[in-house]
């Protein structure tokens, strides 16, 4: 595609008028974004002409990669035929009925009803609201507390960003909102020093039901958490965890959500995270890899108690202008059936998705500075640390991560430091060789970056 202007134009224009999400506009604005204009498969290329592997898949995202030539052609089929129409007034049309109905068939068995939303924090508010309505239409309006974890990551809306436990978005705007409250998150390396990873798991288990005590059971909707923690590291919790959780939640009658928005569509090789970690939640959140990023979607999906139980209420008030846009929908159906008739989940299961994790142990397990590597399908981390012997964190958590994550950028790989948890999640379609490749620009920078951490004295 031609672009008419040069990067140091559109740099200005962006600074003067366009705000960004989750940034420091002065000093963003003092550098100068990083124009990205075109992509395919797993890479980028910015509006200087350099290719960059993005070993993030946009924003844990673009699970089919970019670049795919059907998808935009169903978008355009659709938006000439209905570009738009409502699904609130006893209409529905083709687009979204078709979606529904594959949806129901690559969920796990029992959830046969979704709820569309334009995101991942519209499904997390979606579900709050949801939850509370069940326990209004059971007879239980007193369950309305909501148990969520530190360091989850559930979205920016204030339902999501108060369910979340990222203490810097709670310090704006008064947050978390009243009936929410948290639990810690399952990190072994941190919390369970010297335990096995079984009697860890059951600990953090009875960290919730602990909370549940102290709320009192009568008073708790529902226990809400992500399979694997992304934004806040990949914290992967030990297999005794979710089966423990969910014998909890079902002890005191309390509802269990996976919020899938990043483990669904395939990320840990199966098609959502409660598959990977043996658990059955009533509710489950999706988002990004329903389109892979092609179109703004998310679904909520219920199961068949839950979506009895809500039908039963009579009408939910609540609903977006675009729940279960037609092209959106179109979109989204063309990419869950190509990541399934493709064999692109399969594959992360079968081929990719061990490779990746075998190589990724082997390539930075033997690194001075890291520890707890880590990882399952095509989501894998690991730690920087000050010490490994005695598991000791670096003094000021992030700074070394955020040097970290400048070094892969420097060498056109996007790679991303939560804390200093460095975390990758690369598109499904991540080939061996395209694994390799993103392994051996990785470890050619972590050697400049435990090199530069000896120079600044910093270890
Ligand atoms: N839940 C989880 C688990 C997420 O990772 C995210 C986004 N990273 C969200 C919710 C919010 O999604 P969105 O940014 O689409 O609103």
Redesign the pocket.
């Known amino acids: 595609m031609k672009h008419q202007r040069s990067t140091a134009q559109w740099r200005e224009m962006d600074a003067a008028h366009h705000l960004h999400p989750f940034t420091d506009t002065a000093s963003l604005n003092e550098q100068g974004v990083r124009m990205i204009t075109h992509a395919d498969g797993i890479y980028l290329w910015d509006s200087e002409g350099n290719k960059i592997l993005d070993g993030m898949a946009g ?2 995202c673009v699970n089919i990669g970019y670049g795919r030539k059907d998808l935009p052609e169903v978008a355009k089929r659709q938006m000439e035929e209905l570009a738009y129409y409502n699904t609130f007034f006893k209409t529905s049309h083709p687009a979204v009925v078709e979606l529904s109905h594959l949806l129901a068939e690559v969920a796990p068995k029992g959830f046969d009803h979704v709820f569309y939303t334009n ?6 508010d979606t579900m709050i609201r949801m939850v509370r309505r069940y326990w209004d239409v059971k007879g239980k309006p007193q369950k309305k507390t909501l148990i969520g974890r530190w360091n ?6 204030i339902g ?1 960003a108060s369910l979340g436990g990222m203490s810097y978005m709670h310090e704006q705007g008064d947050l978390p909102i009243p009936g929410i409250v948290h639990v810690q998150q399952p990190w072994h390396y941190k919390y369970g020093k010297g335990m096995s990873a079984d009697e860890f798991g059951k600990l953090a288990a009875s960290w919730i039901e602990d909370k549940i005590l102290e709320v009192g059971a009568n008073k708790v909707a529902a226990f809400v958490g ?1 399979p694997i923690q ?2 806040g590291g990949v914290i992967i919790p030990p297999a005794s965890y979710w089966p423990e959780v969910q014998r909890i939640c079902r002890k005191y009658d309390i509802l269990l959500v996976a ?4 483990c669904g569509f395939g990320r840990t090789g199966h098609w959502f995270g409660q598959q990977q970690f043996g658990f059955t939640p009533d509710i489950f ?1 999706t ?2 890899g329903l389109s892979s990023g092609y179109m ?1 979607i ?1 679904a909520v999906f219920v199961n068949n108690e839950v979506a009895t139980t809500l039908a039963a209420g009579g009408d939910f008030n609540h609903g977006f202008t675009y729940s279960g846009h037609p092209v959106a929908a179109a979109v989204a159906h063309a990419n869950v059936k190509a990541l399934r008739d493709e064999g692109i989940v399969a594959a992360v299961q079968e081929d990719t998705g061990p490779y990746m994790q075998k190589r990724w142990r082997e390539a930075f397990s033997r690194f001075e500075h890291v520890d707890d590597v880590r990882g399952v399908g095509l989501i894998q981390a690991f730690t920087l640390v000050k010490d490994k012997a005695s598991q000791t964190l670096f003094d000021n958590w992030g700074e070394i991560g955020l040097m970290c994550r400048d070094i892969f950028f420097k060498h056109g790989l996007i790679m991303r430091a939560c804390g200093d948890h460095i975390v990758s999640a690369p598109p499904l379609i991540i080939s061996k060789d395209q694994i390799d490749e993103l392994i051996t620009t990785a470890v050619k920078c972590m050697e400049i970056f435990e090199q530069q951490l000896k120079e600044r004295g910093l270890a």
């Open positions: 924003l844990w995101s991942g924090s519209e499904s997390v989850g990551y559930h979205g920016s809306t999501g992500e992304g934004a919020d899938e928005v990043i959140t988002a990004k703004p998310g």
